[in-house]
């Protein structure tokens, strides 16, 4: 019985992850940027001030994924006032579902940029050891 249990809660979980993780990407990126209007210029790390573009990246991309879900809805609405009827239904879900899903694709691009900023700063370390 525990193992029917368990293995029925790991294929909800796995069903449910894709579903979950565009809005807690979104609410991350949210909370971090609500912080850095907070962030003192004289608390920057090391990082932050030898890559202040890669830097600048990083938030830019936060401010992707806060922007994609009301920008998305938008061209969702316009896609479907501006189709032939047979097609508008599907497209809006289309483009509701591709919007819906787009936070991931944004985050995903963001965590490339700091695994490369996270590379450079640690082969900088190397020769200092």
């Known amino acids: 019985m525990l193992l029917i249990t368990d293995t029925l ?4 979980i796995i069903l449910l992850t894709p579903f979950v993780l565009p809005i807690r990407i979104w609410t991350n990126s949210v909370k971090r940027v609500s912080q850095m ?11 932050e001030l030898e890559f202040p573009v890669l830097q600048f990246l990083s938030d830019f991309y936060d401010s992707l994924i806060i922007l994609s879900f009301p920008v998305g809805i938008i061209i969702s609405f316009f896609i479907s006032y501006s189709t032939d009827y047979p097609f508008n239904h599907f497209l809006f879900y289309l483009s509701l579902t591709i919007t819906f899903f787009s936070p991931i694709i944004f985050s995903l691009t963001r965590e490339l940029l700091n695994i490369s900023l996270k590379t450079v700063d640690y082969l900088g370390r190397i020769p200092k050891k």
Not at 37 to 47: A, F, I, Q, S
């Open 37 to 47: 209007v907070y962030r003192d210029e004289k608390v920057k790390t090391d990082l």
């Open 9 to 12: 809660l790991s294929v909800f």
